[in-house]
């Protein structure tokens, strides 16, 4: 087993450290809130993001001290919202052990830049690609906090590292599956994200299970078009981190992208949809980097280019449907 560090205690992040407290290693919260270091750290609680579970593992620790919180890793886990990933992890640059894996539980793209999580960190951490990992699949926090039975993926281009970091977060109620495909993963864990948003539109705006179907299976149908031309195997979007993670998001009110969507269906403004929100959106920021991703691919992306629409304030859930679905014929 080994010394692994979590940064960003966020409901995912505190959520994946009790897995790996649970499979046998030693672990390190790192978080920027004193309080919530604190709460982790002495009362074994994470009230703020993660008050469902009511005692953390104690193998579990927290620091709010950037040397102290890395400088022993033989793993670290990234799990902070994917806008703020860059900055937060510049600040770690040069702290990190020479062999050190790294693990991105990140959801989304960078706005800015159209960039993945993996091209983020690598950047950021100036790590070599094949000590990134990414991790992906169906994991809505609170029932993995609850240590309800649930799998993943890991993936790493150093395949024998994606086997090292499956068995470090194996566990009697959490399975991890291997792949190599990091872009995969990555672009099937963000780009779900935006469906979700859609999905809870549909449900909010009262509409049922016909119309999430349509926008499930065609958003399935753009992100593995998308996933490919940028470099994806096809059946990954077919897999735990693809459709599995879909069935999980667009099904559940635990999801923040489900539930930001269905807050904005029933009416609500994405500022007032932000401000009721129980933790980050990323589909909120993602939806036009796909879009951007769809032009530099030449893919056509009709949802995201719908939902960016939306959430940019130009339109109704009734005229998004209309640009989703236009009137033209076409195949399957
Ligand atoms: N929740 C879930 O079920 C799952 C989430 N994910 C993904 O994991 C990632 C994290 O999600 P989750 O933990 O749930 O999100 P939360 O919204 O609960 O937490 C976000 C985390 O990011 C941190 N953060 C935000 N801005 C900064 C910053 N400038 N510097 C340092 N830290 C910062 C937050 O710190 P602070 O608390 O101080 O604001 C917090 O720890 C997302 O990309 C999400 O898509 C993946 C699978 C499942
Ligand atoms: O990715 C998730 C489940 O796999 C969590 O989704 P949300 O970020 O929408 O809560």
Redesign the pocket.
């Known amino acids: 087993m080994a010394n692994i560090t979590v ?9 994946f450290g009790q897995v790996l407290a649970d499979a046998g290693n030693d672990v390190m919260m790192w ?3 004193p309080e ?1 270091v604190d709460a982790i750290e002495n009362r074994h609680v994470n009230p ?2 993660l008050p469902s579970v009511k005692e953390l593992p104690a193998t579990m620790h927290a620091t709010g001290d950037r040397q102290e919180a890395v400088g022993h890793a033989d793993v670290v886990v990234v ?4 806008q ?1 990933a860059r ?2 992890l510049e600040q770690f640059r040069g702290l990190l052990p020479a062999d050190v894996l790294v693990a991105s ?4 793209i960078e706005k800015d830049t159209g960039k993945r ?1 993996d091209q983020v960190v690598t950047e950021a951490l100036d790590l070599p690609s094949d000590r990134f990992l990414a991790i ?2 169906p ?4 029932q ?1 906090a609850a240590r309800e039975p649930a799998a993943t993926v890991v993936g790493c281009t150093d395949i024998d590292n994606a086997r090292l970091m499956a068995k470090l977060c194996t566990t009697k109620y959490f399975k991890a599956f291997i792949t190599s495909d990091v872009i995969g993963l990555e672009l099937a ?1 963000s780009l779900k ?1 935006v469906v979700a948003l859609a999905v809870g539109m549909s449900h909010g705006a009262g509409f049922g299970e016909n119309t999430a179907a349509m926008i499930e299976t065609r958003g399935l149908r753009e992100i593995s078009e998308v996933g490919t031309a940028a470099g994806a195997l096809p059946e990954t979007f077919y897999g735990l981190a693809g459709v599995g993670d879909l069935i999980a998001t667009c099904g559940s009110p ?3 992208n489900y539930t930001f969507g269905y807050n904005l269906g029933k009416g609500m403004s994405v500022e007032e949809a932000t401000k009721v929100s129980n ?2 959106a ?1 589909g909120v920021a993602t939806a036009g980097a796909v879009v951007a991703l769809g032009e530099q691919y030449h893919v056509d992306t009709p949802l995201a280019k719908a939902v960016a629409h939306l959430v940019q304030g130009g339109i109704t859930f009734q005229q998004m449907i209309a640009e989703m679905f236009p009137d033209e014929v076409t195949m399957e």
């Open positions: 940064l960003g205690a966020g409901a995912w992040g505190t959520t978080a920027i809130e919530i703020v993001r799990a902070i919202a994917a703020f900055q937060a539980l990140m959801k989304g999580m992906s699949g994991n809505l926090s609170k993995v864990g994200n635990l999801s923040r933790g980050v990323e």
